[in-house]
């Protein structure tokens, strides 16, 4: 009868039915890793590159596998679902570092029985890095699980993460897409061409919409060298930066901090 009774309860407050029973982790502690998938010298090396990134760059990656995602929710949810609660009941990342928002928690959950995998991104990760995610995914890690690879899997995919997190694989922009790289391009070419052809068109917009008054016109006024419209309406500014900063090198602070899933990521199956 109690047995019942709990049961009828769980289902019916949905907070409880949300609840993941995998205990959070330590601050320090990266890896769970409750499907037994790892070899230990590849646990210390996962271990490894994610205190680093986390001392570095202020972003926790958390890798947690499961034997299956029905063993640790009682709605049995999509691996998506799981990821983002998981995520988001652990908290993992922060919301603000340096006082910059920087709610850029990585989560990455295998499930053994169900043959899935999820990279689950905190709020603060552009829309653009799904792609980042689904290449990784694709092309590092499904293809080792489908070999029965699954620890050398998760340490491919940890060290691309680690390089997501510090810049080094961002999603493509138009160079890419046509095949080219700035660095096979003049750098003082490049910037003259694109400021030359920015000032062209703007200057164009703005006097075909908007011509200036003429002298002796209401709203003229004597042309100042110091009149930076970009300046005038705040378009210059600062954030964290998507590389590695003094401030963020000499993080200390742990995996788990107020965090939240934006419901980025990929996910693949095997």
Known sequence: MKRAIALCMLFAVPGLAQDINIPKPGDREFLVDRAYMMSPSDKDQVTAVCGQCLKDRAIPIVVVTVSSIGEHAADNP???????????????????????????????????????????????????????????????????????????????????????????????????????TWSSMPTANVVFFFVFMLIIVIAGIRNYFWPPPKPGEPGYRRPSCYDDPYQRHGYYGSSFGSSASSDSASFSGGSFGGGSSGGGGATGSW
């Open 78 to 180: 999509s691996i998506e679902t799981f990821a983002r609660r998981l995520f988001n009941q652990w908290e993992i990342g922060y919301r603000v570092v340096n006082g910059a928002s920087w709610n850029r928690g990585i989560l990455f959950v295998v499930s053994r029985a169900d043959r899935k995998a999820r990279i689950e991104l905190g709020r603060d990760w552009a829309r653009g890095y799904k792609s980042v995610c689904t290449s990784i995914m694709d092309g590092q890690i499904i293809p080792k699980f489908r070999q029965g690879d699954y620890s050398s899997g998760i340490v491919a995919g940890v060290a691309e993460l680690d390089a997501m997190a510090r810049g080094l694989n961002r999603p493509q922009g138009m160079l890419s897409r046509l095949g080219l």
